[in-house]
């Protein structure tokens, strides 16, 4: 109203202004004419200030179907869709990660201080909300500001109980959070999203682009006090929901490992512990589980080193473990048998001028003997046939010294130096687990490429990525061959040694199942300190699968320092066999009976 009445009431001032002048006789003519000029730009140049405002105010604003005119007072606001689920895959594909609607608790410090009710609002949502009074009441004291967070990420039953409060100044603003119903499990796998929405670990990472959603958009139109004019919205496009991604992880059988890990932490005082299992013909892998452990819904109280998934992310040397993909590649080139004989010199042996010793002193030792009683003197022989460059190209067929390629993000590629800088020494050493430094993965893959008649296959850990309707699948994991290193006889021989780990006189008798025949290896790796061996901390490892015959799950366990025992057969088989029990029994596994009569007519016996 002032701005339509201001263009008369100046014209009039200038009027006025003209006629005092000319009204003035004696005034002098130089400075009547230099005043009136004055006076009348001044006017003239407010006049067109006032009337561009109000071209702006009445014209531009008011044309909504022009976008270019609409900018400056318009808003593009973005919108998130709902995140998708994580889903295991036992029978019920419980949901193991997913979106609720929360609520944030909002008041107008402003307002309640105009009302002089600051001190009755505290209390009141203190009472409610489980909060500090003192701490409230300051935060609503604060002057000038008429927005401040009470809490947020509140469940829609109690933003209801605050409702009825029904303090003025007291609102809500709707919100989501990521949930994660069973606080640690599985945590490595699944891993988190952060505040901003983004997935920061395990597969909320990997398949961030597919959980997340399409992201839609609004283009508002604000008026001045920058809020939405709602009938006057410009365009609108809605999100899409984000997928839902299936794991390949059982809940039952996840349960276990966890337990079984918990248990061996308490037993041996070890610094941590880690552990999967995985389907020998597939690849997929039935459960994963590091300790320690953290809260996904309270990640960001946790550590890195919590936060670790140490199956894909630690490396080790692994100790005796690695004497079975030895054996496996010179039966396969030829060069043994099981029933070749080694002299193990009695427990000690010297090559390069180093000693090299055995647990236990023995003579002449079968390669069958070799593995079932552990020999690194026996061991490093093979090798030394094998030869530096073979042995190479087997460990790298293997999958040492290199990604596997799961699922996950975060794998460790391992250490598996070039033959070209290997010492004289360096043979013997690797042979035995040492001077080589893999993941626990790749352990239980070459050993599962053992019992799967020579092929490497892929891990992964997602079965499936299908849309939030479940109508179409975006993604299925599927088994994928890597390689084979190695013939299905020379794969069957190295098997059937392995079985006799578990037997009466190996060093695995604690892997040993009643109703299942369990082949496998352990392993007693010294832990490097400061550039040497150290005497007192040590890997505990044990990896095997059963049935031995036609074996369907591989395992591997690995114990981290434990003491007072601290041999892989010791302290990692006990633990295997806790797990492998009951997962016989889930899974429906049998031939319990051994058929020695299928057995490779190879000289084992």
Same mark, same amino acid.
């Given at each position: 109203?002032?701005?339509?009445?201001?263009?008369?009431?100046?014209?009039?001032?200038?009027?006025?202004? !003209?006629?005092?002048? /000319?009204?003035?006789?004696?005034?002098? #003519?130089?400075?009547?004419?230099?005043?009136?000029?004055?006076?009348?730009?001044?006017?003239?140049? !407010?006049?067109?200030?006032?009337?561009?405002?109000?071209?702006?105010?009445?014209?531009?604003?008011?044309?909504?179907?022009?976008?270019?005119?609409?900018?400056?007072?318009?808003?593009? =606001?973005?919108?998130?869709?709902?995140?998708?689920?994580?889903?295991?895959?036992?029978?019920?594909?419980?949901?193991?990660?997913?979106?609720?609607?929360? #609520?944030?608790?909002?008041?107008?410090?402003?307002?309640?201080?105009?009302?002089?009710?600051?001190?009755?609002?505290?209390?009141?949502?203190?009472?409610?909300?489980?909060?500090?009074?003192?701490?409230?009441?300051?935060?609503?004291?604060?002057?000038?500001?008429?927005?401040?967070?009470?809490?947020?990420?509140?469940?829609? %039953?109690?933003?209801?109980?605050?409702?009825?409060?029904?303090?003025?100044?007291?609102?809500?603003?709707?919100?989501?959070?990521?949930?994660?119903?069973?606080?640690?499990?599985? !945590?490595?796998?699944?891993?988190?999203?952060?505040?901003?929405?983004?997935?920061? &670990?395990?597969?909320?990472?990997?398949?961030?682009?597919?959980?997340?959603?399409?992201? *839609?958009?609004?283009?508002?139109?604000?008026?001045?006090?920058?809020?939405?004019?709602?009938?006057?919205?410009?365009? %609108?496009?809605?999100?899409?929901?984000?997928?839902?991604?299936?794991?390949?992880?059982?809940?039952?059988?996840?349960?276990?490992?966890? $337990?079984?890990?918990?248990?061996?932490?308490?037993?041996? *005082?070890?610094?941590?512990?880690?552990?999967?299992?995985? /389907?020998?013909?597939?690849?997929?892998?039935?459960?994963? &589980?590091?300790?320690?452990?953290?809260?996904?819904?309270?990640?960001? =109280?946790?550590?890195?080193?919590?936060? =670790?998934?140490?199956?894909?992310?630690?490396?080790?040397?692994?100790?005796?473990?690695? #004497?079975?993909?030895?054996?496996?590649?010179?039966?396969?080139?030829? +060069?043994?048998?099981?029933?070749?004989?080694?002299?193990?010199?009695?427990?000690?042996?010297?090559?390069?001028?180093?000693? +090299?010793?055995?647990?236990?002193?023995?003579?002449?030792?079968?390669?069958?003997?070799?593995? $079932?009683?552990? @020999?690194?003197?026996?061991?490093?022989?093979?090798?030394?046939?094998?030869?530096?460059?073979?042995?190479?190209?087997?460990?790298?067929?293997?999958?040492?010294?290199?990604?596997?390629?799961?699922?996950?993000?975060?794998?460790?590629?391992?250490?598996?130096?070039?033959?070209?800088?290997?010492?004289?020494?360096?043979?013997?050493?690797?042979?035995?687990? $040492?001077?080589?430094?893999?993941?626990?993965?790749?352990?239980?893959?070459?050993?599962?490429?053992?019992?799967?008649?020579?092929?490497?296959?892929?891990?992964?850990?997602?079965?499936?990525?299908?849309?939030?309707?479940?109508?179409?699948?975006?993604?299925?994991?599927?088994?994928?061959?890597?390689?084979?290193?190695?013939?299905? $006889?020379?794969?069957?021989?190295?098997?059937?040694?392995? =079985?006799?780990?578990?037997?009466?006189?190996?060093?695995?008798?604690?892997?040993?199942?009643?109703?299942?025949?369990? &082949?496998?290896?352990?392993?007693?790796?010294?832990?490097?300190?400061?550039?040497?061996?150290?005497?007192?901390?040590?890997?505990?490892?044990?990896?095997?699968?059963?049935?031995?015959?036609?074996?369907?799950?591989?395992?591997?366990?690995?114990?981290? @320092?434990?003491?007072?025992?601290?041999?892989?057969?010791?302290?990692?088989?006990?633990?295997?066999?806790?797990? &492998?029990?009951?997962?016989?029994?889930?899974?429906?596994?049998?031939?319990?009976?051994?058929?020695?009569?299928?057995?490779?007519?190879?000289?084992?016996?």
């Amino acid at each position: 109203m002032m701005l339509m009445w201001s263009g008369p009431i100046l014209w009039s001032v200038c009027a006025a202004e !003209c006629v005092r002048l /000319r009204g003035d006789r004696n005034m002098n #003519k130089g400075v009547e004419g230099w005043r009136f000029c004055f006076v009348g730009t001044a006017l003239g140049l !407010c006049m067109i200030g006032l009337l561009i405002r109000l071209y702006v105010l009445h014209v531009v604003v008011n044309v909504s179907g022009n976008p270019d005119l609409t900018q400056g007072r318009s808003y593009e =606001r973005d919108l998130h869709g709902s995140r998708g689920r994580v889903l295991e895959s036992g029978p019920f594909q419980n949901t193991l990660a997913l979106n609720v609607d929360l #609520k944030n608790v909002c008041v107008n410090p402003q307002r309640l201080q105009q009302e002089n009710l600051v001190s009755e609002a505290a209390r009141a949502l203190a009472e409610t909300l489980a909060l500090d009074v003192d701490v409230l009441a300051v935060r609503m004291s604060r002057p000038g500001r008429q927005f401040e967070y009470v809490q947020r990420f509140v469940p829609k %039953e109690t933003a209801a109980r605050v409702e009825q409060l029904e303090l003025p100044g007291v609102f809500f603003r709707d919100t989501v959070a990521r949930h994660y119903p069973l606080n640690t499990f599985l !945590c490595h796998v699944i891993g988190f999203v952060n505040h901003e929405g983004v997935g920061s &670990a395990g597969v909320e990472q990997r398949f961030n682009h597919l959980l997340r959603g399409t992201p *839609g958009v609004r283009h508002e139109l604000l008026d001045g006090g920058r809020r939405e004019i709602p009938d006057r919205r410009i365009r %609108e496009v809605a999100p899409q929901p984000g997928a839902d991604v299936v794991l390949t992880i059982d809940q039952t059988i996840q349960g276990l490992l966890e $337990q079984a890990l918990d248990g061996a932490m308490a037993e041996h *005082g070890a610094k941590a512990a880690w552990a999967a299992a995985q /389907r020998v013909r597939t690849g997929e892998i039935l459960a994963m &589980a590091s300790r320690p452990a953290y809260d996904l819904n309270d990640f960001q =109280r946790s550590s890195e080193d919590q936060r =670790r998934n140490r199956v894909i992310g630690e490396v080790f040397e692994p100790g005796s473990v690695m #004497k079975p993909v030895v054996v496996a590649a010179a039966i396969n080139e030829g +060069l043994i048998t099981s029933s070749t004989v080694f002299d193990c010199e009695n427990g000690l042996w010297y090559h390069a001028r180093r000693p +090299l010793r055995d647990y236990s002193p023995h003579g002449r030792l079968s390669v069958a003997d070799i593995l $079932q009683k552990s @020999s690194n003197i026996g061991t490093a022989k093979i090798a030394l046939e094998l030869g530096e460059p073979r042995l190479e190209y087997y460990l790298r067929e293997f999958g040492f010294g290199s990604v596997l390629g799961i699922d996950l993000p975060g794998e460790e590629l391992g250490i598996l130096h070039p033959n070209a800088r290997w010492s004289a020494l360096c043979a013997t050493r690797i042979a035995i687990g $040492q001077g080589v430094a893999v993941t626990a993965l790749q352990m239980l893959s070459a050993i599962n490429a053992i019992a799967n008649d020579g092929y490497l296959m892929q891990p992964y850990v997602v079965r499936e990525v299908r849309s939030h309707d479940g109508n179409s699948i975006l993604y299925r994991g599927e088994p994928k061959v890597l390689r084979r290193p190695v013939s299905a $006889q020379s794969a069957a021989v190295t098997m059937a040694m392995m =079985r006799r780990v578990t037997e009466q006189g190996g060093t695995g008798r604690a892997a040993r199942l009643e109703n299942v025949a369990v &082949a496998g290896k352990t392993g007693t790796g010294q832990k490097p300190v400061d550039g040497r061996y150290s005497d007192t901390d040590y890997m505990a490892t044990f990896v095997g699968f059963f049935p031995a015959e036609n074996p369907e799950v591989s395992m591997i366990v690995v114990v981290d @320092s434990p003491k007072p025992r601290y041999t892989g057969g010791a302290v990692a088989a006990p633990v295997f066999r806790e797990v &492998a029990e009951p997962l016989v029994r889930y899974l429906d596994i049998g031939d319990p009976l051994p058929r020695l009569a299928q057995q490779p007519k190879d000289g084992f016996r």
